[in-house]
């Protein structure tokens, strides 16, 4: 068994609950295409098979999220699984639509002390659950587009965030907060796009059973958005790189009209990739 599955995660459960679940369910590897951490729900593709072996392409992609800010508050995890303190006022919403474009386009980015990063051989949020200082070096992330929604209450206020991979939402509520002098904290987020899979197409997981598991399976060649290249020349599945008439670039490859895996062209010379059938 080899493809996708959109599951839609919900709140309150870690991003390998649904992976563990699907080995068991499809009795084959699997692995997600990039966390949600455990206040989040939504999108979360999953691999299973040798589509695993694609994680680091969909781990850069594009993702969308909607995501509440409330502004006057802060807590230590940047989120609502710690306790809020009074940090501010509570800036007016023409104050927080002025600041959106700082923070759209590429941008250095600090990541959240409780977080999965590695520091000296333990995560982050290790040290910072034993109350040491943790300090992540800033690094560049990319949002392509930081949109106002809505007010949802009084101190609260919901955005529309479409970025690059690595960037963290709730570092964003807190550089908001910090820019408006009122501090802020992330109090709910949702992955509506991740890639090319969306919520609309998304499945819970407990609505996946043995005898209904292949219905949902998203064959992997169908959300590679790579030309097609059939390959003929039997040398190139023995290892050698073999000459071909197409341009510079990556591509699905067919073998007999059966999908093979990726590969990529330079200077007319195809070698292979990832092996995916």
């Not at 992976?19 to 989040?40: E, Q």
């Not at 959240?112 to 982050?124: H, L, M, N, Q, T």
């Not at 919520?199 to 292949?214: I, S």
């Not at 992997?220 to 097609?228: D, N």
């Amino acid at each position: 068994m080899t493809g996708f599955f959109n599951i839609y995660k919900r709140e309150g459960v870690s991003s390998t609950y649904p992976v563990n679940r699907l080995k068991r369910l499809s009795g084959t590897s699997c692995g997600h295409m990039g966390t949600l951490d455990p206040l989040a729900e939504g999108v979360l593709p999953i691999g299973a098979g040798n589509a695993t072996r694609l994680f680091d392409y969909f781990l850069g992609k594009e993702k969308t999220y909607l995501a509440r800010f409330r502004f006057g508050y802060t807590t230590d995890t940047l989120d609502r699984e710690s306790e809020p303190r009074v940090s501010g006022m509570v800036p007016p919403k023409y104050a927080v639509e002025q600041i959106l474009s700082d923070f759209t386009g590429e941008i250095l980015q600090r990541p959240p002390a409780f977080s999965a990063i590695c520091v000296d051989g333990k995560r982050s949020y290790e040290l910072a659950r034993k109350g040491k200082d943790v300090e992540l070096p800033a690094r560049k992330v990319k949002i392509f587009s930081l949109k106002l929604t809505r007010q949802t209450e009084e101190d609260e206020f919901e955005f529309e965030i479409v970025c690059g991979g690595g960037t963290y939402i709730r570092s964003l509520a807190r550089d908001m907060g910090e820019a408006l002098s009122s501090g802020a904290y992330m109090t709910k987020l949702i992955r509506t796009a991740s890639g090319p899979f969306r919520a609309e197409n998304a499945v819970p997981l407990d609505a996946l059973t043995p005898d209904n598991l292949r219905e949902y399976l998203i064959p992997t060649e169908t959300v590679l958005p790579f030309p097609s290249l059939d390959v003929t020349d039997e040398r190139f599945f023995h290892g050698v790189h073999v000459p071909v008439g197409e341009e510079d670039g990556m591509y699905k490859l067919y073998s007999g009209g059966a999908f093979y895996g990726t590969g990529v062209v330079e200077g007319g010379m195809l070698r292979p990739d990832k092996k995916l059938c």
